[in-house]
């Protein structure tokens, strides 16, 4: 550190010097530096090793469940109609399970968006903030140049206004000399004003900064919700599913869900690079600017180390000002000899009302000085809008940042089970559908001795297909030795009390070809 010393109050948070210390490689694995330096390519690279790690593993995650669906698409389904049990299941409960981790996990990714938003919007504040102040600055040398050349132009007129006048020629000449010094003050006061107003142009124009960092964040922040609205109504298609037992719609929301999975990956990986570059700057935002203004000119580096560190480094416009301020004092003196000695002679007074007005234009021209001095150039304003800056970037930007990209891993995860689980509740949806369809249907539930019909997971019952008996008398229940299908036919048929009387009367052997069932 030079002159300046070191006198940063800004301190790193814990999470700021977690994400700091996260692993930087480059493509080819090896560990690069964690200072932060966004010009270097192998820094980038090094920051976005994790992201890009982060991305892979969604990647592989999205790879693995689109093979499993289409392991389970290409698999041929058989129901064994005998042997099947229409029971519940837990698929709808796992799946229901998920879309409430999901829910969790977009709760979590809108706070860290707002935190972002926030902390951005604070930092743009800071950056107007610092920017107006600088404006003010500009405005106040400006109009002091206008009045000193004004007043220059004053005393360039009073020059002539001596001669003619009746005065002995050495009084005339006295004044005219001193007249002509009293300009050549006031235009070297005008020339370290215009070096102050220099200065300040040529180090400070943020305001620029301020409206693209809100322009960009702006497309940020709806993007992101963007995405957040459009997974929230995907979740409510598959508990929709689920309530309806749509297959359907559960088919059609778990291949959206494919591509909600991506995004949630890659929005994870995108803030965690966010998070592991901002901390590489917010471990030590003032070491990074004095990397910067190495190759800098001095007067510029020496300006702004002087709004960063404040008191411990000199003003650089204090030259120019005591300069200014001893010029003016000196014209204010000279102005009052020469009216002194213009006091003397009647013939003099329209020049006396002259000096009075340049005498209150000067005098006014020091007041504003002063204040220029004592608000705007002092390093008092820019150094809290500095402040402010680290503050809010180094806050709750990161802090949103780390939010959102936890809840990008807690949306990918939910999302890359809740398909698994989807995918398992429709399965169990078409397996009952094809056995209440099958001829499974002409069978009672075993399990229910009362002799109603089987009846859907969801608990409604579906009226049976045309060829089957809607009222069928009692049923003696098969042998356990019965297991072909066409055994168990056979067997309702021989029990069926609206059998015609004919084939009743014989028995199985005596059946003709046209009395098999």
């Given at each position: 550190?030079?002159?300046?010393?070191?006198?940063?109050?800004?301190?790193?948070?814990?999470?700021?010097?977690?994400?700091?210390?996260?692993?930087?490689?480059?493509?080819?694995?090896?560990?690069?530096?964690?200072?932060?330096?966004?010009?270097?390519?192998?820094?980038?690279?090094?920051?976005?090793?994790?992201?890009?790690?982060?991305?892979?593993?969604?990647?592989?995650?999205?790879?693995?469940?689109?093979?499993?669906?289409?392991?389970?698409?290409?698999?041929?389904?058989?129901?064994?109609?005998?042997?099947?049990?229409?029971?519940?299941?837990?698929?709808?409960?796992?799946?229901?399970?998920?879309?409430?981790?999901?829910?969790?996990?977009?709760?979590?990714?809108?706070?860290?968006?707002?935190?972002?938003?926030?902390?951005?919007?604070?930092?743009?504040?800071?950056?107007?903030?610092?920017?107006?102040?600088?404006?003010?600055?500009?405005?106040?040398?400006?109009?002091?140049?206008?009045?000193?050349?004004?007043?220059?132009?004053?005393?360039?007129?009073?020059?002539?206004?001596?001669?003619?006048?009746?005065?002995?020629?050495?009084?005339?000449?006295?004044?005219?000399?001193?007249?002509?010094?009293?300009?050549?003050?006031?235009?070297?006061?005008?020339?370290?004003?215009?070096?102050?107003?220099?200065?300040?142009?040529?180090?400070?124009?943020?305001?620029?900064?301020?409206?693209?960092?809100k322009k960009y964040d702006k497309w940020r922040?709806?993007?992101?919700?963007?995405?957040?609205?459009?997974?929230?109504?995907?979740?409510?298609?598959?508990?929709?599913?689920?309530?309806?037992?749509?297959?359907?719609?559960?088919?059609?929301?778990?291949?959206?869900?494919l591509f909600g999975l991506l995004v949630a990956?890659?929005?994870?990986?995108?803030?965690?690079?966010?998070?592991?570059?901002?901390?590489?700057?917010?471990?030590?935002?003032?070491?990074?600017?004095?990397?910067?203004?190495?190759?800098?000119?001095?007067?510029?580096?020496?300006?702004?180390?002087?709004?960063?560190?404040?008191?411990?480094?000199?003003?650089?416009?204090?030259?120019?000002?005591?300069?200014?301020?001893?010029?003016?004092?000196?014209?204010?003196?000279?102005?009052?000899?020469?009216?002194?000695?213009?006091?003397?002679?009647?013939?003099?007074?329209?020049?006396?009302?002259?000096?009075?007005?340049?005498?209150?234009?000067?005098?006014?021209?020091?007041?504003?000085?002063?204040?220029?001095?004592?608000?705007?150039?002092?390093?008092?304003?820019?150094?809290?809008?500095?402040?402010?800056?680290?503050?809010?970037?180094?806050?709750?930007?990161?802090?949103?940042?780390?939010?959102?990209?936890?809840?990008?891993?807690?949306?990918?995860?939910?999302?890359?089970?809740?398909?698994?689980?989807?995918?398992?509740?429709?399965?169990?949806?078409?397996?009952?559908?094809?056995?209440?369809?099958?001829?499974?249907?002409?069978?009672?539930?075993?399990?229910?001795?009362?002799?109603?019909?089987?009846?859907?997971?969801?608990?409604?019952?579906?009226?049976?297909?045309?060829?089957?008996?809607?009222?069928?008398?009692?049923?003696?229940?098969?042998?356990?030795?019965?297991?072909?299908?066409?055994?168990?036919?056979?067997?309702?048929?021989?029990?069926?009390?609206?059998?015609?009387?004919?084939r009743d009367s014989k028995p199985r052997e005596?059946?003709?070809?046209?009395?098999?069932?």
């Amino acid at each position: 550190m030079d002159m300046c010393g070191n006198a940063s109050a800004y301190t790193a948070s814990s999470l700021v010097k977690q994400f700091h210390d996260f692993p930087h490689k480059s493509r080819d694995f090896k560990t690069v530096s964690s200072d932060f330096d966004p010009l270097d390519v192998t820094y980038l690279e090094g920051a976005a090793f994790t992201g890009a790690v982060c991305i892979l593993a969604g990647s592989v995650l999205f790879f693995m469940i689109l093979l499993y669906l289409c392991c389970c698409a290409c698999r041929k389904h058989r129901v064994d109609y005998m042997n099947y049990k229409s029971e519940p299941g837990c698929h709808w409960g796992w799946a229901i399970l998920f879309v409430a981790v999901c829910t969790c996990g977009l709760g979590l990714a809108y706070f860290g968006n707002e935190y972002v938003k926030q902390g951005v919007e604070a930092a743009a504040k800071a950056i107007n903030d610092g920017n107006q102040t600088v404006a003010a600055g500009q405005v106040q040398v400006s109009s002091i140049i206008i009045d000193l050349d004004s007043s220059e132009q004053t005393l360039l007129n009073l020059e002539g206004a001596w001669i003619g006048k009746g005065l002995p020629t050495e009084v005339q000449q006295s004044l005219v000399d001193q007249t002509i010094e009293a300009r050549r003050q006031v235009g070297n006061a005008e020339y370290e004003a215009i070096n102050i107003r220099t200065t300040i142009n040529n180090v400070f124009d943020a305001g620029k900064y301020a409206e693209d960092l809100k322009k960009y964040d702006k497309w940020r922040w709806e993007g992101t919700l963007g995405a957040l609205c459009a997974i929230v109504a995907l979740l409510c298609l598959i508990v929709l599913g689920v309530c309806l037992g749509s297959s359907c719609t559960l088919k059609l929301t778990a291949f959206l869900m494919l591509f909600g999975l991506l995004v949630a990956w890659a929005a994870a990986g995108g803030f965690l690079f966010v998070a592991v570059a901002g901390s590489d700057f917010c471990i030590s935002p003032n070491s990074f600017v004095d990397r910067e203004l190495e190759d800098m000119s001095q007067t510029y580096s020496e300006t702004v180390k002087y709004f960063i560190y404040c008191q411990d480094c000199p003003n650089p416009f204090e030259s120019d000002y005591r300069t200014t301020m001893e010029s003016l004092n000196t014209v204010s003196n000279q102005l009052f000899e020469l009216k002194t000695v213009a006091e003397r002679y009647p013939n003099l007074s329209d020049v006396l009302a002259d000096i009075a007005q340049l005498k209150g234009s000067l005098t006014d021209v020091q007041t504003r000085l002063q204040s220029l001095w004592h608000n705007q150039i002092n390093c008092t304003s820019l150094n809290a809008a500095y402040k402010d800056l680290i503050a809010s970037a180094c806050g709750k930007t990161i802090d949103g940042a780390v939010y959102t990209f936890g809840a990008g891993c807690v949306i990918g995860f939910g999302a890359f089970f809740l398909i698994m689980a989807v995918q398992q509740h429709w399965t169990r949806i078409l397996t009952d559908d094809a056995w209440f369809e099958g001829e499974g249907t002409t069978l009672l539930d075993s399990r229910n001795g009362s002799g109603n019909r089987r009846r859907r997971r969801g608990g409604s019952a579906r009226t049976p297909p045309s060829h089957v008996q809607q009222d069928p008398p009692r049923y003696t229940q098969p042998a356990a030795g019965y297991r072909r299908q066409e055994d168990v036919a056979m067997h309702m048929a021989e029990h069926n009390p609206y059998q015609d009387t004919y084939r009743d009367s014989k028995p199985r052997e005596a059946w003709g070809k046209s009395d098999q069932v």
